[in-house]
């Protein structure tokens, strides 16, 4: 079992349609969590961090994390064109200094 | 306030041959994280630094090296390049000792011919 797993993708959704993005995990012992977002030949920009159960919004974006079904989610709202990408879900372990990554899921926001 | 610089952006070289990749974090950001970004294995940590102590190490083999200097800026070095090292390798900083919050560099594109 991967210890942070994504849906490849791609998810394909509508401009102006919700797409709602989901990561697992396997530690239970993880503290923090992060999105990123990685445009094909560029390097991975932070989205968003969360560290408590519950929801968090920014703009357009809001993650969701539930520690104890060791899910955490991003929902973007009014998808536009520009937000097709790959979306990296991170997760730092417990008493670790690394952070260890999803494989992304592709997103396509289709005019 | 300056972004994480990565230099060389691109590198071609053959195999066996050694290669060093350099990075300056975001200026004030002492913790310093490397990693190897492939098509097949998705983004995998190679070493992060703090303080120029190496704090944790990735599953590579020995081939691959790094260090950190006092002005937390960082270098990591490949030694007997392989076909398979063909890779971008990301450099992410951050602020705390913890390692939270990292922000990546643009990267260095490595093909090994």
């Known amino acids: 079992q991967k210890e942070v797993e994504q849906n490849s993708g791609p998810l394909s959704v509508p401009e102006g349609a919700i797409a709602s993005l989901n990561c697992t995990y396997s530690?239970?012992?993880?503290?923090?969590f992060f999105w990123y977002r990685q445009y094909s030949g560029k390097s991975p920009e932070l989205i968003m961090f969360?560290?408590?159960?519950g929801d968090k919004e920014d703009g357009r974006f809001t993650a969701q994390l539930n520690k104890a079904s060791q899910y955490v989610s991003l929902l973007i709202r009014d998808s536009q064109p520009s937000d097709s990408a790959t979306y990296l879900c991170a997760v730092k372990m417990d008493s670790s200094y690394k952070l260890i990554f999803g494989s992304g899921t592709r997103l396509l926001v289709r005019p | 306030k300056a972004g994480v610089t990565q230099t060389p952006r691109y590198l071609i070289k053959t195999r066996g041959q050694q290669v060093t990749l350099s990075c300056s974090p975001i200026?004030?950001?002492?913790?310093v994280s490397w990693y190897q970004q492939t098509p097949g294995q998705g983004l995998q940590f190679l070493f992060e630094y703090f303080s120029e102590t190496q704090r944790n190490k990735g599953n590579f083999p020995g081939r691959f090296s790094g260090r950190q200097f006092s002005n937390s800026r960082s270098e990591m070095n490949v030694s007997t390049l392989e076909l398979g090292d063909s890779a971008l390798y990301l450099c992410?900083?951050?602020?705390?000792?913890?390692?939270?919050?990292?922000?990546f560099g643009p990267g260095t594109r490595l093909l090994v011919l």
């Open positions: 530690d239970r012992g993880s503290q923090s």
């Open positions: 969360i560290y408590s159960n």
């Open positions: 200026s004030g950001h002492r913790s």
């Open positions: 992410a900083s951050s602020l705390t000792s913890s390692g939270e919050t990292q922000y």
